[in-house]
């Protein structure tokens, strides 16, 4: 087959036709040239612009020369995008879509098709950034709400966040919530787990456990004694072999030795049984998956966290809030702890970074969709079909439980197992087979009569049973301490969009109070929001993808196997590293699984006592905190005054800590936008003092084909799937973190108690599925499969042009604070701000609120540095989507000087009234002293196109005052 050649890439449309009959032979569809912005004409001239001859000059100008890497990538030549969609569809293909009844918090759903295609599948919704700036994100903070009420009023719980990673993690984060929310003088130190869980949750909390030294008990509540001081004990409701239990004695009993009581929730379960939060439970938690989001081979699912409102601040993730703006209208905001990290650091109560938005959204639209009577007939079907085969079954001889059940069966006897797994696999259906010979067999919305019938074939029915003679002996209520008689979800939100044509509208009218990719580029600095291609996301909606239950028996997966064993090769060989772990589904649990791959290096090498981690000053705030959930000890790195790592003071600390030094985290290039020149001298004084290098690959965008982590001295590296590779952020999440490391550190990847995978010698697994977010996993693959080498470096080298062309225009109005070596900065830069606030007043904030006039969302601000802005443009905006941004910046400047010279107050600036919503223009009154079009259309451009923010300024300090955390009352919009 005929690719382009590698030095032909071609990018934009300004290339003009080809006259080389060779050239002609290529495919016409090739992916580079579409996902890089610039064109030749716009290269030339930004290269102009910046002083530099060529982009291998620019590269040379820009990263250390030694630790420019040798050759290029050996990678596979570039496929096209119908090559790559056909190469996917093969792939697919391998993988074997059998009906599963696994369950163990897995279940097939049907995604109403109004929101697999206008959400899942439309760049309105998942080219979002996290809601930092909410005046131009309320669509999706209102639909956060929703999914926050759903949860609080299913699980009967006061308050919940906007999702967590999946129930693994989100049983461990309430874990670690329940010691936290010990009083201070408590020694308590174990967490009781049912052995009754999922035994991925178990494992999970146990792995995470493991380093913070807290004893993890498993065992069979009814004969837990609290011999032990323990502040918190974890029950499955119903438990993993579907029995529900009347949990309420034992949390009493929980109670009285001082000790908090979690549980694991089914949100469906919910609508028929008693919630947890009426019977004792302190903590809720679960996974939303079967609320319409397919199975994807184990994810990406939005898990929930609720609780009592008493521990709120304490509570891991995001939440949302409400408050009022600068009108007095109700506005939706994040609240309290979001991103606390950055404050707390190595004090943060969790590394809690990426969640699940997208997914959580999908979930809560299902709810709405439904609404709750909806839900109910669903779990009442549920429910039916699950007592019929119960019934059948014990009719058949086979030993059912006695005790209530929803929606699985642990059916026992004396039958042959391997007889009807065999019978099983012939008509493609897996059960879940424990090592005693029981069978598991768990129902969800999708099964059909039909699927009852060949149920009961495989256990020996010989076409004798009846399933409506067997439905009308079923009784479906449950026992009064089990029966829910709690109303739940009787907001109109949940009770009026049940049309399609009414759910639709609701849907479209929130995506437009949101900005997107879709509309304007989103220059946040440390965060790469570029093109997430049309191609790339084709596939994660295929059945053969998205169907699969994440325990289904190996050959039935072989298409992901391919998938993954060609992903971690291009992966390595990206990265210099000899091993990958996809299973971390966070750029944060991404850091975590580095340092624990780190902390079981040190440990299995019987050096224990290695439990120091060093952190550069300027590090993300999730650095430290994940490096105290690994059990490490923080000691921080000073920066010089041009933002790089004070290389003195790292020696120092390194040989101080010699003989307890663990690791160095670093990121590179570094937090501050610049190549460091010192980074080889950093990573060798890190090894010859005993440690280990983690770099945090959250800048690898400007790395890839230029420079490889390996090479230059790291051990391992996380790599966000979502920024650098294209896993859309999906307005805060999913997100990816695989890790990639060193041959030494192989043994030590995170494993999976249900399916082999990881290292021989891992602590346990880092998330809930053995391959993290599996079904996002087709985007990255096929982006690197188009880009090819030649793409992929191009992609590197236009985005640090881009970047050094956006600084060379702002820096005369607005200073970039910190360049490299030759004056160069890497893939993004920051502006400073600081000497226009002491000059004009005028803050970042203003200048932020004042760009959702232009149509921009903001760069990152304020990070690393207060009182900045951090932009990154990425590779894939065109030069004309720069200057625009460029002008709106410089415009704003013009503004700002108004105020300096006195031509206009503060007071009186659009400045700090922005942003200018649609009804503050069409107001008959009209108070400012500037005009309603300085206001609204401040440029020329958006009398074309303009973007109205739905509120104005929101008041944070009124909010977090006064917080409200779910839906509010249809008349505060009056």
């Given at each position: ?114 929101i697999l295609r206008n959400i899942l599948e439309n760049p309105g919704w998942y080219t979002q950034y996290t ?547 010192a980074m080889r001298e950093i990573c060798q004084i890190i090894h010859d003092n005993g440690g280990l290098v ?80 599996a079904a996002i996993l087709p985007i990255s693959y096929a982006y690197i499969r188009m880009m090819g080498e ?185």
């Amino acid at each position: 087959m005929l690719h382009t050649k590698p030095n032909t890439i071609q990018t934009g449309n300004g290339t003009g036709p080809h006259t080389d009959n060779l050239s002609l032979l290529a495919a016409t569809d090739t992916f580079a040239r579409r996902h890089i912005g610039p064109d030749a004409a716009a290269v030339a001239h930004m290269l102009e612009v910046v002083g530099a001859a060529s982009l291998d000059e620019l590269m040379h100008q820009t990263i250390p020369d030694a630790i420019r890497m040798e050759g290029k990538l050996q990678l596979d030549a570039p496929l096209s995008e119908s090559e790559a969609l056909r190469e996917l569809r093969g792939l697919a293909a391998q993988n074997k879509l059998f009906r599963s009844y696994i369950g163990m918090g897995y279940y097939d759903t049907l995604t109403p098709t109004v929101i697999l295609r206008n959400i899942l599948e439309n760049p309105g919704w998942y080219t979002q950034y996290t809601p930092y700036q909410a005046e131009i994100a309320q669509g999706r903070l209102e639909a956060l709400i929703n999914f926050q009420t759903m949860v609080s009023e299913l699980t009967g719980m006061e308050i919940a966040n906007a999702s967590l990673l999946d129930e693994g993690t989100a049983a461990a984060e309430a874990m670690t919530m329940a010691q936290r929310a010990m009083p201070r003088k408590s020694k308590a130190n174990t967490f009781f787990v049912s052995d009754r869980c999922h035994p991925q949750t178990i494992a999970v909390v146990a792995a995470r456990a493991l380093p913070l030294g807290i004893d993890v008990v498993v065992g069979d509540y009814a004969s837990y004694d609290f011999s032990a001081e323990t502040f918190g004990v974890l029950l499955q409701y119903p438990d993993t072999d579907g029995t529900i239990y009347d949990y309420e004695p034992f949390a009493a009993q929980a109670h009285a030795h001082g000790a908090l009581v979690v549980v694991a929730a089914d949100l469906l379960a919910l609508t028929l049984l008693r919630p947890p939060g009426e019977f004792g439970a302190d903590i809720v938690v679960g996974n939303t998956q079967r609320f319409g989001v397919p199975m994807g081979f184990g994810g990406p699912h939005a898990a929930y966290l609720a609780t009592a409102e008493q521990h709120k601040r304490i509570m891991p993730g995001r939440l949302i809030g409400v408050s009022i703006d600068a009108t007095g209208a109700p506005g939706y905001r994040l609240a309290l702890q979001t991103r606390e990290q950055h404050i707390r650091r190595d004090r943060a109560t969790s590394n809690i970074c990426t969640a699940q938005v997208l997914l959580a959204i999908m979930a809560s639209m299902y709810a709405v969709y439904h609404g709750p009577n909806g839900l109910t007939r669903i779990a009442r079907r549920v429910q039916l079909l699950t007592a019929v085969l119960a019934r059948g079954l014990a009719q058949l001889g086979y030993v059912v439980p006695e005790e209530p059940h929803f929606d699985t069966l642990r059916v026992g006897g004396d039958f042959d197992s391997a007889e009807i797994q065999s019978r099983a696999l012939v008509n493609q259906v897996n059960l879940r087979y424990f090592d005693n010979g029981d069978i598991g067999i768990a129902l969800d919305e999708t099964v059909s009569l039909d699927d009852l019938s060949t149920l009961f074939a495989i256990f020996g029915d010989d076409g004798s049973l009846d399933i409506e003679t067997l439905a009308a002996a079923v009784d479906l209520t449950y026992p009064d301490t089990l029966q829910r008689t709690s109303d739940f979800l009787t907001h109109p939100v949940f009770n009026s969009y049940h049309s399609e044509t009414e759910m639709l509208r609701y849907i479209t009218k929130l995506q437009n109070r949101d900005l997107s990719l879709a509309y304007s580029m989103i220059s946040l600095g440390s965060c790469t929001m570029k093109l997430n291609a049309t191609t790339e996301m084709i596939p994660i909606t295929w059945p053969e993808f998205a169907g699969l239950h994440p325990f289904v028996p190996a050959d039935q997966y072989a298409g992901y196997t391919a998938l993954f064993a060609q992903l971690e090769h291009d992966l390595a060989e990206i990265t210099g590293f000899d091993a990958v772990s996809l299973q971390p589904n966070s750029g944060a649990q991404g850091e975590y699984a580095g340092l624990m791959t780190i902390r079981g290096y040190h440990h299995a090498h019987g050096n224990d006592h290695r439990h120091i981690c060093l952190i550069p000053e300027s590090a993300h705030g999730t650095n430290p905190a994940s490096a105290v959930m690994a059990g490490m000890d923080v000691v921080v790195v000073k920066c010089d005054q041009n933002g790089n790592i004070d290389v003195d003071d790292l020696r120092a600390k390194a040989e101080q800590h010699a003989h307890e030094l663990a690791a160095l985290m670093v990121t590179y290039p570094s937090t501050h936008g610049v190549f460091e020149m010192a980074m080889r001298e950093i990573c060798q004084i890190i090894h010859d003092n005993g440690g280990l290098v983690y770099l945090d690959g959250a800048n690898m965008n400007a790395q890839v084909g230029l420079a490889r982590p390996g090479d230059y001295g790291a051990d391992v590296c996380h790599l966000n799937l979502h920024k650098t590779f294209c896993i859309p952020h999906g307005g805060g999440g999913p997100g990816m973190g695989p890790i990639c490391m060193t041959a030494a550190l192989a043994p030590y990847r995170p494993n999976h108690p249900v399916i082999p995978t990881g290292g021989a010698e891992a602590s346990g697994p880092i998330a809930a599925a053995p391959w993290g977010s599996a079904a996002i996993l087709p985007i990255s693959y096929a982006y690197i499969r188009m880009m090819g080498e030649p793409g992929l470096t191009r992609a590197s080298q236009i985005a640090v042009l881009n970047a050094n062309y956006m600084a060379q225009r702002l820096d005369p109005y607005f200073p970039v604070l910190y360049t490299g070596a030759n004056g160069r900065v890497a893939h993004e830069c920051i502006i400073d701000l600081r000497p226009i606030k002491e000059t004009s007043g005028v803050s970042v904030d203003d200048v932020a609120k004042r760009l959702m006039d232009y149509g921009f969302h903001a760069p990152t601000m304020s990070f690393p540095v207060p009182g900045t802005l951090m932009i990154e443009p990425t590779e894939s905006e065109s030069l004309a989507e720069l200057d625009r941004f460029c002008d709106a910046m410089i415009a704003i400047w013009e503004e700002i000087q108004q105020v300096e010279t006195g031509v206009i107050a503060l007071e009186d600036s659009p400045l700090v009234h922005a942003p200018h919503t649609a009804a503050m223009i069409s107001s008959a009154e009209w108070d400012k002293p500037y005009s309603r079009e300085t206001a609204a259309f401040p440029a020329s451009w958006l009398r074309q196109n303009k973007f109205w923010p739905p509120v104005a300024r929101i008041d944070n300090v009124y909010g977090d005052r006064n917080l409200v955390c779910a839906c509010i009352p249809v008349e505060a919009y009056a």
